[in-house]
């Protein structure tokens, strides 16, 4: 099956290093980041959840759970996490799921469903297992980010992608390029200038269909 935005993810039960849940259950009411990898003890990933963890604070300012995905077993997660928390600095206080069946990689599209793991695996045989989620409380994708193994991910970029989605759900309205928080926002094209002048307030028509006004802060 495939994944699309606004799509919402299967509640699958997955193992991890904290317990088994169910996604659903797990995400609750809160937004929701999966970032996933194609193996435990390697030099780009383990970066990786090194910088998710110097985030935690972070994670936790926006109401935003973070869970790691990689296809090695609960056990070696475990381990792995001694040397994430060397390279990060940082306590890796998140789960990571044990996707030794690739349930996960598959039901998110990441790998297709004649996809296996053979025996002595490399990280090449699971290479595109390297994407970032963000899910909203509704429990559907809001966005996602594919990478290849030789590129470490910016998760400031994941950070600021987070800050956007969460500024448009709650005031409906959109971000331009490079928007960081505190900065103006868009207009949608479908809400009348009397309309936005009603919930927004003054505004600036840079073009007819680009209006933009300070972010909300209520």
């Known amino acids: 099956m495939s994944l699309r935005i606004n799509d919402t993810i299967e509640n699958l039960e997955v193992e991890t290093d904290q317990g088994t849940f169910k996604l659903h259950d797990w995400i609750g009411d809160s937004w929701a980041i999966i970032f996933s990898h194609p193996k435990d003890f390697t030099p780009v990933c383990t970066t990786e959840f090194g910088a998710v963890a110097q985030l935690a604070d972070e994670w936790e300012k926006r109401g935003t759970k973070v869970l790691g995905v990689s296809v090695d077993s609960a056990d070696d997660h475990v381990k792995w996490k001694g040397d994430i928390e060397k390279v990060g600095g940082a306590k890796a206080g998140f789960p990571i799921v044990a996707d030794t069946d690739l349930k996960v990689a598959k039901a998110f599209d990441m790998l297709p469903a004649e996809a296996y793991l053979p025996d002595g695996r490399?990280?090449?045989d699971t290479a595109t297992v390297r994407t970032v989620y963000i899910i909203g409380p509704d429990k559907k994708l809001k966005l996602s980010m594919t990478y290849p193994m030789n590129v470490g991910r910016n998760f400031a970029e994941v950070l600021r992608a987070l800050d956007g989605l969460q500024t448009a759900a709650k005031h409906?309205?959109?971000t331009p390029a490079n928007w960081n928080v505190g900065e103006d926002v868009?207009?949608?094209a479908t809400v009348s200038d009397e309309d936005a002048k009603a919930k927004f307030g003054e505004?600036?028509?840079v073009l007819p269909y680009l209006r933009k006004t300070k972010q909300p802060t209520a």
């Open 122 to 124: 490399t990280p090449n």
């Open 172 to 174: 409906t309205v959109a």
């Open 186 to 188: 868009i207009i949608p």
């Open 203 to 205: 505004f600036d028509t």
